[in-house]
């Protein structure tokens, strides 16, 4: 049974009350979907819920009782399995994200990366939000929790309990988090427009309600292929967002923090420096608003109260970009590379300045969002397209006249070869027509031909004992063969060999591969260990306030590029150090300064 050891049900279950016999087809494809082991339940009135023992395994009987809502005990979850059909995006009632506006934003992002989400549900009666993603196909579910917890990452979601969760969760070293079970009471069909109530699953039959929601998975599911163009789109953005993040750190020395004033220059001083810049005057740009921009990226906030400044100037000189820093304009089309830069920039540069940024206040970012993507009126109904470079006339006509030059020296180096008769290498190709291996390589139509028939020619002029399968011995050590003995035909043998001799090569290439990998990770951990430690003083009880506040400052940064968790665990702790070190400087300061005034209070009595 599933929830005691030696239970006792008083509730007797017919499933041919609730589903017909000839519904055993779709009921089969509804309870393959569940992984029964480790499952989850909650008492009607209880309010917490619980794991069951790992031994125990949820029935299918169990599982029609609850969807049917005729469960006398329990509400019913289930882990995931290795695989799942499903994916769920969890939103809580209370949850930031509840709403029609980013509900809209959340689908239309997914759309675009090439999902298309399934259904949203009302999950239960207190009003949370499961959104569906279905699959024509199992998909392995570690891997689709990991693309959806990194898409949603880089697109500036917060995942965390209470406001965005993700299904499956496998977990790593755990059980996982279980998910409630769909079409249990409180469940319902929601609108996707408005969030609104479109079907309540009490006005449902059990039967109604399964065919409604199989309806739901077979009808609007995502093939294998849309998945892997899901992962591809997350590694374009992924790339993308790293390249930013290089750009937004170019210059910048944590630890070298110097507070800026704006000089008094005029607004003409201002357009002739911009002008010396760009060469001429970009149209519609603002001098005073471009160079506050600059002054920002350069030194970050140096103030309290600059953050919705700094979030306005330097929207305003990433669209123009510098061309006296080498940095490209993000203009039109490149909304989303502009607010990570401006995000970037506020984390990495913020100096402790705002309250908000260094606490990890995900609202005080959002602004960056709205800056970013602003337009004026006469471009909001326009597509934009991103700015693609233009090889000119000239270049395509020279790379066009240096191919047929390669081909021609390649086709008279396998001429020369044939002649020969011998069979040829790529070294040896190479050294004959004087090209690259790479050239070679897009011609392959020229010499690939030639060379396997010069191959094959030599292999035929060898005797048989070299290419048979039984042994290496010659026929004349061997004794006489049997006729159940088959012989290799001509060129098999040396064929799988250079097979063999490809795979070997491949793999080793691979496993070099990884080993430079793993050196370059280890380097940037040991860099930033370095970093610290060299910075790091023998006891923070010898620095002054000054000193204090740039290590904090400094650690704070590094806090976000930590190589690890550990990492950042051991960080995290030195920054809390020097924070209790700080506030108890500060309390020092005002007691001795409140003492100086009593003093001066009794000297004047």
């Known amino acids: 049974m599933a929830y005691s050891e030696t239970p006792s049900t008083p509730f007797k279950f017919n499933r041919k009350q609730f589903f017909p016999q000839d519904r055993n087809e779709l009921l089969a494809e509804f309870l393959s979907l569940f992984h029964r082991y480790d499952y989850i339940y909650k008492p009607l009135a209880g309010d917490s819920w619980l794991s069951a023992k790992s031994e125990w395994k949820l029935t299918d009987s169990e599982i029609l009782k609850a969807i049917s809502c005729v469960h006398p005990r329990f509400f019913l979850g289930c882990r995931s399995g290795k695989a799942t059909r499903f994916a769920v995006l969890d939103i809580d009632a209370k949850s930031k994200y509840h709403n029609p506006k980013e509900l809209k934003r959340l689908t239309s992002l997914l759309e675009a990366a090439g999902l298309t989400p399934g259904a949203l549900y009302r999950s239960s009666i207190s009003g949370g939000w499961h959104l569906y993603i279905f699959f024509q196909e199992s998909i392995a579910s570690l891997d ?56 309540e699953r009490s006005d449902l039959s059990p039967l109604q309600a399964l065919c409604a929601f199989m309806n739901d998975l077979n009808g609007d599911s995502n093939s294998f292929q849309d998945f892997r163009i899901f992962k591809a789109h997350i590694q374009n953005l992924a790339s993308r ?57 350069e030194h970050g906030l140096t103030a309290p109260a600059q953050r919705a400044d700094a979030v306005f100037s330097l929207s305003h000189y990433l669209f123009y970009g510098d061309p006296s820093r080498n940095m490209p304009p993000l203009g039109y089309g490149y909304e989303q590379e502009r607010e990570w830069a401006i995000k970037q920039i506020l984390l990495d540069k913020h100096n402790g300045q705002s309250k908000d940024i260094s606490k990890g206040r995900p609202e005080a970012l959002t602004q960056a969002e709205r800056a970013a993507h602003w337009k004026p009126m006469h471009r909001r109904d326009k597509e934009e397209q991103r700015y693609e470079s233009q090889t000119p006339i000239s270049w395509k006509r020279e790379n066009a006249k240096r191919q047929l030059d390669a081909r021609k020296r390649i086709q008279e180096a396998v001429t020369q070869l044939e002649f020969a008769g011998k069979p040829f290498s790529i070294p040896d190709l190479k050294r004959l027509a004087k090209t690259s291996e790479r050239t070679l390589y897009k011609h392959q139509d020229l010499w690939k031909p030639a060379q396997n028939k010069l191959l094959q020619l030599r292999l035929t002029t060898f005797s048989h004992e070299y290419n048979a399968g039984v042994g290496a011995a010659c026929s004349e050590s061997k004794p006489p063969a049997s006729t159940l003995s088959e012989i290799m035909p001509l060129g098999r043998l ?40 060299n910075s790091l003083p023998e006891s923070l009880s010898d620095c002054d306030v ?60």
């Open 494 to 533: 040396a064929a799988r060999r250079v097979v063999y001799e490809l795979k070997m090569r491949t793999e080793r290439k691979s496993k070099e591969q990884l080993k430079q990998l793993e050196i370059n990770k280890a380097a940037e951990q040991e860099s930033w260990t370095r970093t610290i430690t």
């Open 241 to 297: 967002q790293e390249s930013v993040k290089q750009l937004t750190r170019r210059d910048y020395k944590p630890g070298k923090i110097l507070p800026f004033q704006k000089p008094a220059n005029t607004a003409l001083e201002h357009a002739q420096d911009i002008a010396a810049i760009f060469g001429a005057l970009p149209p519609g740009i603002n001098a005073d608003i471009w160079y506050g921009g600059r002054q920002y990226y």
């Open 144 to 199: 689709l929790r990991r693309q959806l917890v990194q898409f949603l990452k880089l697109n500036g979601y917060d995942i965390s309990k209470g406001t965005l969760e993700v299904f499956p969760s496998p977990g790593e070293g755990s059980q996982g988090q279980g998910l409630r079970l769909p079409l249990q009471p409180g469940w319902a069909w929601l609108n996707f427009e408005t969030g609104d109530v479109r079907e």
């Open 546 to 605: 000054k000193q204090l506040q740039t290590l904090l400052v400094l650690y704070i940064s590094l806090v976000m590029r930590s190589p690890d968790e550990e990492r950042e665990i051991w960080l995290r702790g030195i920054i809390s150090k020097i924070r209790a070190e700080l506030a108890q400087r500060v309390g020092v300061l005002k007691i001795a300064t409140a003492g100086i005034y009593e003093f001066h209070q009794l000297n004047s009595s």
